[in-house]
């Protein structure tokens, strides 16, 4: 974790000759429409160094990452952290093309492609917990009520990760109920209501971000 720090922290001063992304992608979706490809919505998203974090890749840096992108005051720099960033998380680099990547925007163009609520996609709450933890391995209607259901994983992290991650009763299950009012489906966390994320949840999640993280140099 230190080395690791170490060299985010050295990104303040790079002045490397990596080539910019693109400004404008070409496969972006247009105004009012979200991407429904991994492929268009890693041009959209990966488009901007200087916007990236205003988009699905929020949900899963860690804060010390955050910090230092934050810090960071010209897209060149912020160009080197990213390509950095999915460095950290490319199980093995002597592979072609980054399959952490493509699978984060795969999960981002299947939530756009879901669910409809408001906010849409990825925005949506549906969106952001499919996109860290992946599809649930069951779903099940909440008896007594016909818009909601509970999402339930037995194991989080990185997609067919075996190691376990101590929830409630061994699993993690995640309620959502829909308000009519507003057609959307929001996180419902008991007592704290739809919108509150209770702290096993919180710490799946959190689980799932630390777990994607397989290199430190």
Known sequence: MRAR???????????????????????????????KTGDAAMAYFEANPDTWLDGPVDYIILDDERKVFKSLSTT?????????????????????GNQFKRLFYERVAMAN????????GWKSDRGFIHIVLGRPDYIRPIFGYSDAAVWTYFTTGKEGSKRPFSGVAGQVAIAFVRN??????????????????PFYIRDALHYAKEAAVVRSD
Not at 11 to 22: D, E, G, Q, T
Not at 113 to 120: C, G, L, V
Not at 180 to 197: E, K, L, M
């Open 113 to 120: 492609d879901r669910y409809h609520d408001f906010p849409r």
């Open 5 to 35: 720090n170490r060299r985010l922290t050295s990104l303040f001063a790079v002045a490397s000759a990596v080539a910019l992304l693109p400004v404008a992608a070409t496969a972006a979706s247009s105004l009012g429409e979200l991407p």
């Open 180 to 197: 009519p009012a507003r057609s959307s489906y929001r996180i419902y966390g008991g007592f704290g209501g739809p919108g509150f994320v």
């Open 76 to 96: 060149l720099g912020r160009a080197d952290f990213i390509a950095e960033f999915w460095d950290l998380r490319d199980e093995n680099p002597k592979i072609a």
